[in-house]
């Protein structure tokens, strides 16, 4: 606002002081030098006030001082004094002289001084832009910048307030940012807009009536009573490839002329980043959603293969089993239960994998819901451990528990507990022995689940929760499992506001970590006689 | 078809168990299995059948599904418990677990869990028509298992006559559990018995409470008789051994 007031106002007056201060101060020295000193004609003096004129009020002024020198040196030191006319030829020619020089020296510094403007503008628009640009380039999301992007446009173009909204049209404009949130924003009758032109040909400023608004005796009076008469409204749409994405919506000082054209300008570069901005944030929105759409076939073509595959051996093993109890089949009593046990392990792995599906299904959609409760911790996984046990007969089995209380859900634990224990199962066979500790954490448990069968390459680790990730076997086995065990495990963790990972362990395989809210038993419940001797299971 | 609670003893041989369940094949297996075993059979394949069978033959044993297309699990439970305390063991699959939870909370005696084996189910069934008759007193109110006793009228629980010191809360769990032995305690029944309406603010901590209980139990048993005496049943309450560990 200092700016435009020292360029609107302050000039006239100012170029008015310094021209007749300089002619004052140069008619003394003249009169000095002249009649005092004896100098022959010192009218050059003359020349100093022509320059600090034209620095300060440019080549209208230095013309005008340049003709008041002239005259003024005509009238006071030119014999015969007082009169304009000129009793020598000499003298004529060097007041002419006087003139001439005064006239071309004033132009070349008024010019000066008109190039030194433009390029502090310029300057001042670039630093501008670049300003822009930066808050562009530095944020994550186009939305964020654009806050910063309002106050640079505020400050720079000389506005009152600024602010930025995004939509197809104006019915549909949510402001997005505002440099005076808070204070109500006008409804004016009448909006500048700025009409872009194509080529080279500067924008410019079109007044356009909204019809329904009244802008008339109510907003008037508002206005002055709301101190400053604030109200013209600019309008700079924001568009991208033809379409439009919003405006940038400016107010100014109603006394104050339209944006010049390097304000004009600055506007014009701001609507055209931000549009490129968004348009650029349209594109990666929609190459992330193609990406997401593409990944989620891969994930249900994943799923398809592995679980068919793993649907069919079960079923050939059952299907074949069932053809051998057959009356007439000629198979021994014994035969026949064995062809019995293996269609009941067959059913329970396939009871698993189903269950599993669902859970996945379940993780997947959010509507796995978790219903905690407390309890002590030993109490659950030496239930689970005890349902696992004849499946776990072949190989040590260690088991050291705590009793603290855990707020979890029994089900889902249990679920998760499984999942891990018939991983080892699968992929550390016995001898390879097997290892459940838990580490006290601060307002948290770790229930270590670890075996001593190969482990897991380091690379693999990290990803061993993700669904349908399989460790790379050298050679393929017909049951390698479908990578869905421990995605479960991570999403029945992550519904108990646990957490699941996995590492290497001591014993030489993997070693899952799950960690599980604890919580503290009220005194009254805790009896003090059953906390001193309290065994592990 | 009039013999129901007279009949019963007669008929332990060969109990009458009303099987519902709408999947033709799974009827027809367990039909199947059950007739094998001595069970007298009557079937129905929706909820409307069920309860016309149940009200004119009145079986020993209910064993029913509960996603049945017509008629809601509860509310067959329910119409049955009005007039009769006739076992009733639910059918379920994986996802039906807070509508089995509500059932047995109703009043059923248990749950297998689809897909189940028949030896499973077998025993299941024997273990509700046992418990059909309620559960066992002593003349003085007392309840005892292996070697443990408890005695209401003076409010103490002893283990081979050695006496175990128990809160008035534990003591409360302990009587509703054994009196309850051989049968599926949900933590909804486990809660309105012991603390009754109000125990809204202690709903948390029953299985804290029910771990305490256990542990004075263990050590005060030194020759093991009572190990899993009360088993946790995950997310539905617990499950007391109706006989002492040979």
Redesign the interface.
Known sequence: MLVMARRVILPMRRSLFVAVATLVVATVAVAILQDGLGVPNPSAVYLVAVVATALVSGPVGAIAVSVASFLLYNWFFVEPRYTFTVAQPAEVLAILLLLFVGVVVGQLTALQRARTELARTREREARALFRLSRALATRETTAAALAEIATIIRDQAGMRRVWVSLGADEATERVATDTNAGEARPQPGTIATLRRMPGEAPAEWVRIHRPGVRPPSRARRSATTNRAAVSATYRVRIEASGASLGSIWALRDRNAPDPDRTETRLLAAAADQVGQALGHDRLVAERQAAEIARQSDAVKSALLQSVSHDLRTPLATIRAAAGSLRPGSGLSSDEQRESAEAI?RE?EYL?RLV?NL?DLSRIDAGALIA?R????LD??VS?TMQRLRPRLADRPVEVAVT?R?VIV???L??QALTNIVENALKYAPAPAPLRIATTDLDGRIRLTVEDGGKGVPAESLGRLFEKFYRVPEKRPQSRAGTGIGLAVVRGLMEAMDGTATARQSELGGLAIDLELPATE??AE???P??GA???TA | MTESRSGRQKSRPAPTVLIVEDDAETRAAVVRELAARGYAIVEAHDGRTALERWAARRPDVVLLDLGLPDLDGLQIVGQIRREASTPIVILSGRYEEREKVAALDRGADDYVTKPFGVDELDARLRVALRHGAGPRAEADGGLATGPLRLDPVRHEVTIDGRRVDLTPREFEILRVLLANAGRLVTKGRLLRAVWGEAYQDEASYVYVHVSQLRRKLAAADSEGHLRDLIVTEPGIGYRVRGEPRP
């Open positions: 009941d059913v009871n269950t669902l219903e409760d407390v309890f002590e109490d659950l239930r009793d209380a859900d029994p089900i634990l249990d038993v009220p419940i805790q009896s006689s059953a001797t309290r065994p």
